[in-house]
């Protein structure tokens, strides 16, 4: 599912090497959705690390990302994760992909969410992994 959020670089962290054949690189936007700002954390991964690199804390940006849900098998016990895996960021000013002005979070078109915007490009869920074949550090 594709999305998109509007906000201010609050902080952005060191690229990691999970695994072998994973790396990701973390990030947080504060996004203004109401009275209180939310600091919300997104990834970035493989080759998609990079695209923080020219932007600095502080400045306003526009993210799109998809949401990824994944469940795993530990020790017998089915546990999920949810992460926030940016794909394009680019300063707020620019035009925007889907014709959403100002900050926060942009409407879905399909169910009309208000924190959310999804975008017109399926992406393929994520395979259940089990203790095997995933590359999850715990």
Avoid: C
């Amino acid at each position: 599912m594709a999305y998109e959020a509007t906000g201010r670089l609050h902080d952005i962290m060191d690229e990691q090497q999970v695994s072998e054949k994973f790396r990701k690189r973390e990030f947080v936007l504060e996004v203004v959705d109401g009275q209180y700002p939310e600091h919300i954390k997104f990834q970035l991964v493989q080759d998609k690390t990079a695209l923080i690199d020219q932007y600095k804390v502080g400045d306003e940006v526009r993210v799109q990302f998809n949401l990824r849900g994944r469940g795993f098998n530990k020790n017998g016990q089915m546990l999920y994760f949810t992460n926030l895996e940016a794909w394009r960021i680019e300063p707020a000013g620019a035009a925007p992909a889907g014709g959403n002005q100002g900050g926060g979070y942009a409407a879905p078109a399909a169910n009309q969410n208000p924190g959310l915007r999804r975008d017109a490009q399926p992406q393929r869920p994520a395979p259940i992994a089990s203790d095997d074949d995933n590359d999850l550090p715990f």
